[in-house]
């Protein structure tokens, strides 16, 4: 690994620490719950960062997905197709993700980041540079894509959190 390989290693353990923060001792109803009708709950916010982060690192990677080959789309059982990642979902859609358990959801981001950090063990400063999409002006390289990952899914975390201290008042 480089040195910039291992900021982005931190960087996505600071995500698993979150998420992990976030989802310990609730309820399925606690993780579904919405704060209004048109909110997005914990457990669809956990959801879809992780199914954004496995999406992008197996598209990097050139690999399937942890979602499905680990038999996560199985374990979750929730009604949507299997490449769905939950870009683009509607409110109807967020509340379709209910019964989940805190346990399920850190197993799943866990095999992720675990995933996720092999992956960057064989990446170097020039792998960085390597365009992963070529749909955006410019190409996205896959340095901009690690970065564009850390960032919305540290977003969604930081609203993951933000539901959760609603839910103590």
């Known amino acids: 690994m480089t040195a910039s390989t291992d900021l982005l290693v931190d960087a996505f353990g600071r995500i698993r620490e979150v998420v992990e923060e976030v989802v310990t001792g609730l309820s399925p109803d606690e993780l579904s719950t919405q704060p209004d009708d048109d909110a997005n709950s914990i457990g669809w ?3 879809h960062l992780t199914r954004i982060q496995d999406d992008h690192v197996a598209g990097a990677a050139d690999t399937e997905q942890i979602w499905t080959s680990g038999g996560w789309y199985e374990r979750f059982d929730l009604p949507f197709a299997a490449d ?12 379709a993700v209910r019964d989940l358990s805190a346990q399920l959801l850190t197993d799943y981001h866990e095999a992720v980041h675990d995933n996720t950090v092999q992956f960057l063990a064989g990446v170097g400063d020039k792998d960085l540079k390597r365009i992963v999409d070529r749909v955006w002006t410019p190409p996205v390289t896959l340095g901009v894509r ?14 993951a959190a933000y539901v959760r201290g609603m839910l103590g008042r």
């Not at 769905?84 to 509340?95: P, R, W």
């Not at 690690?146 to 609203?159: E, K, R, T």
């Open 146 to 159: 690690l970065i564009s990952v850390i960032a919305d899914d540290l977003q969604h975390a930081g609203q």
């Open 84 to 95: 769905a990642t939950g870009y683009g979902h509607s409110s109807k859609d967020v509340a």
């Open 45 to 47: 916010l956990v959801w």
